[in-house]
């Protein structure tokens, strides 16, 4: 697994992300950046607050390569920080606060970072998760006095996987090692294939993974994008999607502060809230969930709001239902909807809003640098014409890898191809759509949950012998986790209980909506769990 890049050695690599700022600050410098809670940043303000922030990493001693953890919800101030780390050479690591002490100490262990930013609101969180961990990771805060005060001294773990190597080669690309590399003030330019963003995901296993995304991939992520949405300086972005998911960075955002345009910053999403901003900023466009839009829609003001300049928005997570579709074109809002995934940067396909009433449910096309490939999951030979099969990958905008975690970055590139895990279907015009999941894995709300995950969490109740979780449909939330459990002989429990377990131990949209007790579980060959009759077990028990 090569980089796609080949970067200037002596200069900057022509697609790192550190010299936005700077860009936009030359041509424009009074222009608004950021709006955060009524507050705003102009472009000369982001230059010079990312800039001397960089400074700071590099005068306390920050070494090439270090992870800058983040607890804190989307803020000038974490836009502030990424950049710092794209001029730095350091990697932004975004936690999210949905998550519980325990489950942030799990990715507190993985990331190994060397600082943890985090806010008043979630120091209490914070401080649970540290507490379960070894590392003496120090913390500094994030407020409204801002990020550039002197930077704490670097938390650097015993774990050392000797000196830091550009290149790949045959051994572990660099990206994703965790070698130490040099301190800031002696490191080089920093290079296209750089890290610069880690992003925790849920796959099929009951640990979430750290995918790695280099300068290049977002580079060329969002030059894919900007090839789809017409985006200028003139624009005004509404961001409402965390900032601890790829694509509160990587859709729209990063692009905005790329392009000049003034992005509004919603640390939480309220339908209420967000239809007055859109009136009060003339936003022009934003990008979602269903569930996202649903809540508009479905909204008291929505029918009174003023929403003649949002011309377009941009749907992920999951298909648009099409009463909702209606509803927005015939606000005069074109949606360009289409699918994607944490390692492939994330844009992958793209259906376009003049597409969207005739191709309900489908997924569209490869975005602009992205190719595909569908291959039967039996013998991984790739298909030709109208067909079925597994989706692959691949172009210069893919992740780097997981972080210390070659197995699995090994086993999901084959032949430099990224397998997704998800069966589509192609037509005779090359548009695809997603039928089937070879990863166990349900999206609700727009957040992947792993169903083993949670399994875990059930198993470790005394009274549960065997449990299978599974997604049905939900109107709202796309899909919700229903749970199966086998109890075991004599000790007492009830659904309550078990829920209030998992509140314990797992994010709340992770904790399943309803629990089913049941006398056996649906079991295929070697004593594993058959999940198609679990599912429709499970949408019997819930009628």
Request: a negative charge; aromatic letters at 6%; hydrophobic letters at 45%.
């Amino acid at each position: 697994m090569t980089s796609h890049v080949t970067a200037t050695h002596g200069a900057p690599g022509p697609h790192t992300l550190g010299r936005w700022p700077a860009d936009r600050a030359r041509l424009r410098p009074d222009r608004v950046a950021i709006v955060d809670r009524g507050v705003e940043l102009t472009y000369r303000d982001l230059d010079e607050r990312s800039r001397a922030l960089a400074r700071a990493w590099r005068r306390a001693g920050y070494r090439r390569g270090d992870r800058v953890a983040t607890l804190v919800g989307n803020s000038a101030e974490h836009v502030i920080a990424f950049f710092s780390c794209a001029r730095a050479g350091l990697v932004l690591v975004p936690l999210s606060w949905r998550l519980t002490a325990t489950e942030l100490a799990d990715q507190l262990a993985q990331a190994d970072p060397a600082v943890l930013l985090i806010e008043d609101e979630t120091e209490t969180l914070a401080r649970g998760a540290l507490s379960r961990t070894a590392a003496r990771v120090p913390t500094a805060y994030v407020g409204q006095v801002g990020i550039e005060t002197p930077a704490p001294a670097p938390w650097h773990g015993a774990r050392d996987d000797g000196p830091y190597a550009g290149g790949t080669g045959d051994q572990v690309p660099h990206q994703i090692s965790g070698r130490p590399g040099p301190l800031l003030e002696q490191a080089g330019p920093v290079r296209d294939d750089d890290p610069l963003l880690m992003v925790f995901t849920s796959g099929s296993s009951a640990r979430p993974k750290a995918a790695v995304l280099t300068h290049a991939s977002c580079f060329w992520t969002n030059l894919s994008l900007s090839r789809t949405l017409e985006l200028d300086e003139t624009d005004v972005v509404l961001s409402v999607l965390p900032q601890f998911h790829v694509g509160g960075w990587n859709i729209q955002a990063l692009l905005a502060w790329w392009m000049g345009a003034t992005v509004v910053l919603e640390r939480s999403f309220d339908p209420g809230r967000a239809l007055c901003l859109i009136a009060e900023h003339r936003v022009s466009t934003m990008m979602g969930v269903p569930t996202h839009y649903a809540r508009l829609a479905e909204h008291p003001n929505f029918a009174r709001t003023d929403l003649t300049s949002l011309r377009s928005a941009v749907v992920g997570g999951a298909p648009m239902p099409a009463p909702l579709l209606r509803i927005f074109h015939e606000h005069g809002v074109a949606l360009t909807q289409g699918y994607g995934l944490t390692e492939g940067g994330p844009n992958v396909l793209c259906l376009p809003p003049r597409e969207a009433m005739e191709r309900i449910g489908w997924a569209g096309v490869p975005y602009p640098h992205v190719e595909v490939q569908l291959a039967d999951p039996a013998t991984g030979e790739h298909l030709t014409g109208p067909a079925t099969g597994e989706l692959l990958v691949r172009g210069p905008g893919m992740f780097a890898g997981y972080f210390r975690d070659e197995a699995a970055t090994r086993a999901i590139w084959r032949d430099g191809w990224l397998a997704t895990g998800d069966i589509a279907t192609r037509d005779e015009a090359g548009y695809l759509r997603i039928v089937d999941r070879l990863r166990n894995i349900f999206i609700s709300g727009g957040e992947n949950v792993a169903p083993a995950e949670v399994e875990a969490a059930l198993r470790s109740h005394p009274a549960v012998a065997d449990v299978v979780v599974v997604g049905v449909p939900d109107e709202r939330w796309g899909e919700r986790g229903v749970a199966l459990v086998l109890r075991r002989s004599g000790v007492v429990t009830d659904e309550a209980e078990l829920i209030e377990h998992c509140r314990e131990r797992l994010a709340a949209f992770k904790v399943p909506t309803a629990v089913h007790f049941v006398t056996e579980l649906p079991y295929a060959a070697l004593g594993k769990v058959a999940r198609q009759a679990a599912l429709e077990k499970a949408l019997a028990a819930e009628e």
